[in-house]
């Protein structure tokens, strides 16, 4: 089945312990990209990658990293986190960004105390 | 940067009714459009998208939408909704290899 895999899907963590959301994707899709998801904002986009080892900001990149070492692969890493990081996030994936639409993972809801 | 608004943030509506979610977005440039829906505990799914040609596109479960240049808009309408259809929708723009999205628009249908 074709689908793009977050976990975990609820994590709880205190300020400052590094954290890492992992996300999968087996569509061998070269685009990925995470979104944090608040109320009355919307989505926005944290980071995006276009293919292995290339990755840009988005709207949001202030105080996470991530990494394409392989295509399927787009981790989420936050070094150090604070509650204004408390959120719902989720990754997707595209074929391209030439019209082609994004495929959502589930989410992972992160809780910074 | 383009933006994307969606001007209801919430939507109740009775069922069998028909319904309107409107869009509206800024550009100068060629763009793709699409709608999704989340369900609740959900991440989101795909109802339909506009790339190019005809400007009535239609989507799963009855919803249709309608692209107006002229007017920067994609609508979505469905002419009788259900109780499953309960869920918030996002408006969404592609342009420059990234995904701009609306600030969604939560509808409730009432039984």
């Known amino acids: 089945e074709a689908q793009v895999t977050q976990n975990p899907r609820y994590l709880i963590t205190v300020t400052g312990k590094k954290l890492t959301v992992t996300c999968s994707q087996n569509?061998?899709?070269?685009?990925m990209s995470w979104y944090r998801q608040d109320p009355g904002l919307g989505l926005r986009q944290i980071y995006y990658s276009m293919n292995v080892e290339v990755t840009d900001k988005g709207d949001v990149p202030e105080g996470y990293k991530v990494s394409r070492k392989e295509k399927r692969n787009f981790p989420l890493i936050l070094e150090s986190p604070s509650p204004n990081q408390t959120s719902l996030y989720f990754c997707?994936?595209?074929?391209?960004?030439?019209?082609?639409?994004?495929?959502f993972g589930n989410g992972t809801r992160l809780t910074v105390t | 940067a383009q933006s994307v608004t969606q001007l209801d943030s919430q939507v109740p509506v009775f069922e069998e009714a028909p319904v309107e979610l409107r869009c509206n977005y800024s550009?100068?440039?060629?763009?793709?459009l699409f709608w999704y829906v989340q369900y609740p505990n959900q991440g989101l799914q795909l109802l339909l998208k506009y790339l190019s040609g005809s400007t009535l596109v239609k989507g799963i479960n009855g919803f249709e939408a309608e692209f107006n240049k002229s007017q920067t808009s994609f609508h979505l309408r469905k002419p009788s909704v259900h109780i499953s259809d309960t869920a918030e929708f996002f408006c969404?723009?592609?342009?420059?290899?990234?995904?701009?999205f609306g600030t969604g628009t939560s509808l409730t249908v009432i039984p």
């Open positions: 550009s100068s440039v060629s763009v793709y």
């Open positions: 569509m061998n899709h070269e685009y």
């Open positions: 997707a994936s595209a074929r391209g960004t030439g019209g082609s639409p994004l495929h």
């Open positions: 969404a723009v592609s342009s420059r290899n990234q995904f701009y």
